[in-house]
């Protein structure tokens, strides 16, 4: 794969920092002494030693020399003392498997640790994308991922999507404006990238089938797409036995997919560890940009989750995925309750398959912005209409994004009887 097709011209001019070179070449070799790095004098820290305990009756705790290392700089692309990426790449292995982590040459599979996947995804988009470029994404879209990409001067190109996530018919029908040999042509504006949520979707709760992600992977063949897989709610998958629904890197044998995972869902969304991984020439691109922003994520959030996984090990993350699915499962099935109570005949929707968000269709309404910011906000209930996440700025849209992962049950049977009470349909305001 030509893999230098794909990064932008801002991103093929980052050259590696010298200091932070210096700082590599010391953690991998203690004994040298460094006079080049600037390392604040641990003697200065003022934290001495910590300990966090956890729900299940575990210690992770920090002496005076533990400090020292979680405290001071440490390697742009993740923290290795203990190493988090270790734990990254057995995640990988047992959840993705990806094909291209059999090649150890240049090409093969790497991992960048990022501050929560919202920033590592932010990099991605600034490592792949020109001013004036054509982007693919789903619609509706994740109003977060506009927000990085509306700015950057690009051309977005909404691909349709359903209860099963993004569609492979109207990918197609949209890239077969370009002949696939176009992607061979420098000077051709075929669009080079694809952005998706796969599994349960943000704001849908959209889960793709393994067969459409095969056929969307194959079309990305065909018009040599780069898949930018973004995956926060993977471990938040309910129809699940013993693994969830294979991802896009699973299936990936050119290193055409960039995958962005996150601890926010299943750990704390406060301590913001992510992480992006794919292909050594793009991962190696995004470590340049690591090392001229935040130069690396926390040292100590890194340690931190890498000795609970010591202590938990796969079986215990897994069991401990398994009650945060089975939370959010019950999260949901107590929203739909109190929407089929309140909302049957006056709204449509899917069964989430996983995640944390309802996507209701209000029927009769055309559009549902003064609705939800004037209306429903009068009722002192805050939701988020449709066209927040439309890719096309201004479209209209039928339908809300309803959040369930933090409403109690009774806070969610009282929003829904109050957001009946402010539902237009066809001009009647239905009263309860």
Not at 250 to 266: Q, T
């Amino acid at each position: 794969m030509n893999f230098s097709r794909f990064i932008s011209r801002v991103s093929a001019a980052r050259k590696e920092s010298p200091i932070r070179e210096t700082t590599r070449i010391k953690l991998q070799n203690p004994e040298v002494i460094s006079l080049a790095g600037g390392y604040p004098n641990p003697a200065m820290f003022p934290f001495q030693s910590a300990e966090i305990k956890t729900r299940d009756g575990l210690k992770v705790q920090f002496n005076e020399e533990d400090m020292k290392t979680a405290l001071q700089y440490s390697a742009s692309q993740g923290n290795r003392a203990p190493d988090l990426l270790k734990w990254v790449k057995k995640l990988h292995v047992k959840y993705h498997n990806p094909p291209i982590m059999k090649n150890e040459e240049n090409e093969g599979f790497a991992a960048c640790v990022s501050c929560g996947s919202q920033d590592g995804l932010i990099k991605v988009f600034e490592m792949l994308v020109n001013p004036g470029d054509n982007v693919l994404l789903d619609d509706p879209c994740y109003s977060g991922t506009l927000a990085m990409v509306k700015p950057m001067d690009c051309n977005l190109i909404p691909v349709t999507t359903d209860h099963h996530g993004l569609q492979p018919n109207s990918l197609l029908s949209v890239l077969e404006k370009w002949k696939p040999e176009s992607s061979h042509d420098p000077k051709s504006d075929i669009p080079r990238v694809l952005y998706t949520i796969p599994n349960c979707g943000n704001p849908t709760g959209a889960t793709q089938t393994l067969e459409r992600k095969k056929e969307i992977y194959a079309i990305a063949q065909k018009y040599d797409l780069v898949i930018v897989e973004d995956d926060p709610y993977f471990f938040l998958q309910f129809n699940v036995s013993e693994t969830p629904s294979p991802s896009y890197q699973a299936i990936d044998v050119d290193g055409r997919v960039i995958r962005c995972d996150s601890m926010s869902k299943v750990m704390s969304s406060g301590l913001r560890i992510g992480w992006i991984s794919g292909a050594y020439p793009f991962i190696q691109r995004l470590i340049l940009h690591q090392q001229a922003s935040i130069l690396h994520t926390s040292t100590f959030v890194q340690m931190t989750i890498s000795r609970l996984l010591d202590q938990w090990g796969l079986e215990g993350f897994e069991n401990h995925t398994k009650n945060v699915q089975k939370f959010y499962k019950e999260r949901r099935d107590a929203m739909i309750k109190y929407a089929t109570k309140w909302l049957t005949g006056l709204a449509e929707w899917a069964e989430p398959e996983g995640g944390m968000f309802l996507w209701i269709k209000l029927i009769g309404v055309d559009d549902t912005t003064l609705l939800i910011k004037k209306k429903a906000l009068e009722k002192k209930v805050l939701l988020l209409p449709g066209s927040a996440f439309g890719v096309v700025e201004g479209t209209s849209s039928s339908f809300c994004r309803v959040s369930y992962s933090f409403a109690t049950d009774e806070e969610m049977d009282e929003v829904s009887r109050l957001f009946v009470c402010s539902i237009v349909v066809k001009s009647t305001v239905v009263q309860v």
